[in-house]
């Protein structure tokens, strides 16, 4: 079945990168683009960015800009979604999800299961 | 930057009433608008496309409306699972998105 699997829960300290991998099945790969959302404890979804797993084109929230790096091993299926000088309030969990195509409204039609990823001295 | 501002922010009600939820646009994202909902400790599901499509699999009970900024997700009649976290979402200067703030629908 159609589905993405993501890297387990990660610890890191203040200054730190963390890079959270996100693994598709089912379908073609290179035929949608993946999305990467967080969630901070208790509040609502915040859209990180997008990238095509065709082509490598990305697109990032401005708020991440300078922080953030999407990319794709198209060898293996594979989404990265790196994120650096990690502060406190990224403590989140970290979604990926397909971008469905056109005709589903590229909507976020498939979503990874989450990555905790906690920052903390 | 479009901001979406969802209504209200908590609905209580009871199963087999029937819910409406409203999502408005800071300018218009003509039909480009997703509804999701998430349950605790759950990912988000997409329940509709481009304003009034369902996705894939989901019950008819749901259902979209609305153009340029304003928005309506209505759930016809109440199903006990249907209690959780809905946002909207915009996609009109594609591949940008973003999510409105979300509504709690609670059981009354």
């Known amino acids: 079945q159609v589905q993405l699997v993501q890297s387990g829960a990660e610890v890191k300290k203040p200054g730190a990168s963390v890079k959270v991998s996100c693994k598709a099945s089912g379908y073609t790969f290179t035929s949608y683009g993946i999305s990467w959302v967080r969630q901070a404890p208790g509040q609502g979804l915040e859209w990180m960015g997008w990238i095509s797993a065709y082509n490598g084109n990305t697109n990032y929230a401005q708020k991440l800009q300078g922080r953030v790096t999407m990319t794709t091993d198209t060898s293996t299926s594979t989404a990265y979604m790196e994120l650096r000088s990690l502060r406190s309030d990224d403590t989140a969990v970290y979604y990926c999800?397909?971008?469905?195509?056109?005709?589903?409204?590229?909507?976020?039609?498939?979503w990874g299961q989450g990555t905790m990823v906690t920052v903390s001295s | 930057e479009i901001v979406l501002t969802q209504s209200p922010a908590t609905l209580s009600l009871s199963p087999g009433e029937r819910a409406t939820l409203s999502c408005r646009a800071s300018q218009s994202v003509s039909s480009y608008l997703a509804w999701y909902q998430q349950k605790p400790g759950q990912a988000p599901r997409l329940l509709i496309y481009?304003?009034?499509n369902r996705a894939t699999g989901i019950p008819a009970r749901f259902s979209g409306s609305g153009s340029g900024t304003d928005f309506t997700l209505t759930i016809s009649s109440l199903e006990p699972e249907d209690f959780a976290v809905y946002y909207c979402?915009?996609?009109?200067?594609?591949?940008?998105?973003?999510f409105g703030q979300g509504t709690k629908l609670e059981i009354k």
């Open positions: 481009d304003a009034s």
């Open positions: 979402q915009q996609r009109s200067n594609w591949p940008l998105y973003t």
């Open positions: 999800a397909r971008v469905g195509s056109y005709y589903d409204g590229y909507a976020f039609d498939i």
